[in-house]
């Protein structure tokens, strides 16, 4: 007969996420994550795979948790202009917060951290990626049919650009000093949508 799991796996995976994200892949070892967890390591190996399959699993988990919001955010009804300006607040708001840390984006942390020499950590950023480009060429080109951004603006060429900015805000907002640099560049980007 197979024992029960003594520990929720969804909170362990939630604990797993929180601690790569503050530390990183390579600076999490093993023990950390045993530690963290409050499990055993046969456990983790058991629920999880090894670390990097338990780091992929709280990646996906991470994406799972913030897409909806992304969607909710771009694909409101009405003006779709309102939406991508929420977009770049709150990204403005989550990069220059004092006292969160400094842990930036999950997929952003990725993409410097293992996506050069991981191929599953590199698709997933890459899917990740196009899933918000997507939905902000959506909004943009419902913006442009809608007249709230003029007609000669490229709506694909606007959402690669803001993805390209959301994803440096993440990087730039980790630094001390950082906020000034992000709010600057969150203005500029909106200058350009009108």
């Not at 520990?7 to 996420?17: G, H, I, V």
């Not at 942390?109 to 060429?137: F, G, K, M, S």
Request: net charge negative.
């Amino acid at each position: 007969m197979a024992r029960t799991k003594e520990f929720d796996p969804d909170a362990a995976l939630r604990a797993a996420l929180d601690l790569f994200w503050s530390r990183g892949y390579e600076a999490t070892s093993m023990a950390d994550l045993v530690e963290h967890l409050g499990i055993g390591r046969a456990s983790i190996y058991a629920t999880f795979g090894n670390k990097r399959e338990l780091y992929l699993k709280a990646m996906d988990r991470y994406t799972e948790l913030n897409d909806p919001l992304l969607l909710d955010e771009l694909s409101r009804p009405g003006p779709a202009l309102p939406g991508v300006r929420a977009l770049l607040a709150r990204f403005v708001a989550e990069s220059s917060a004092p006292g969160t840390g400094r842990a930036g984006c999950f997929v952003t942390n990725t993409a410097v951290e293992l996506a050069p020499h991981d191929p599953a950590a590199d698709r997933r950023v890459e899917l990740n990626w196009e899933q918000i480009e997507t939905l902000l060429h959506a909004a943009l080109t419902r913006a442009r049919a809608q007249g709230e951004i003029p007609e000669d603006r490229d709506p694909r060429a606007l959402a690669r650009m803001l993805l390209v900015l959301l994803q440096g805000m993440r990087v730039v907002g980790k630094v001390s000093g950082g906020e000034a640099r992000v709010r600057a560049a969150a203005q500029q980007a909106l200058s350009l949508l009108e």
